[in-house]
């Protein structure tokens, strides 16, 4: 694809601060806290700030940044 100017790259966030995530119950949410490096959930901003990123550098290609505080390191 990239021969045809066509880059493909991906973001995989972990738990992110939305509606979804307030809705938690608390035994639910202190157990996502608790799993998480970072000991917090993500950002929206963060979220796009990487998004902003892969769109505009023109050399990112086959790209994939896991947003998630660190869960997927464990």
Do not use: H, Q
């Amino acid at each position: 694809m990239g021969s045809a100017g066509i880059r493909v790259n991906a973001l995989v966030p972990g738990y992110i601060e939305t509606d979804m995530t307030r809705a938690m119950s608390d035994p639910a949410r202190s157990e996502a806290l608790n799993s998480i490096p970072l000991s917090r959930f993500g950002d929206v901003a963060e979220i796009a700030d990487a998004t902003v990123f892969l769109a505009t550098n023109k050399y990112a290609n086959n790209c994939v940044l896991n947003l998630d505080g660190g869960l997927s390191a464990e």
